[in-house]
């Protein structure tokens, strides 16, 4: 059961990582930090355009979105078997 457990927890962790690396959590916190060493206004990643391209259909933010929402509730699910399985 040890093993079962381990395995678990070591997908969920890795669920976990992907999906925030899919929602590019990772990289919105080191720019609100300012640790990127790039200086400017948190919203700059927000484009124009955009409005214009919602209506064209999904895009890859909107995948990247969509995946990595699926990822973080794989984690959380595995890590919720994971503490179970103990």
Known sequence: MV???AVTFAVG?????YGLRALGTI?????????????GHPTDWL???EAKTAAAGPTTKDRSLERGVVLLAVGLLC?????LAL
């Not at 962790?13 to 990582?17: D, N, R």
């Not at 720019?31 to 200086?39: A, C, E, Y």
């Not at 890590?79 to 503490?83: K, N, R, V």
């Open 3 to 5: 093993i079962v457990t």
């Open 13 to 17: 962790a890795l669920a976990i990582y």
């Open 27 to 39: 990289q919105a916190i080191r720019r609100l930090r300012g640790d990127s060493g790039l200086v």
């Open 47 to 49: 484009d124009a355009g």
């Open 79 to 83: 890590l919720l078997f994971g503490i």
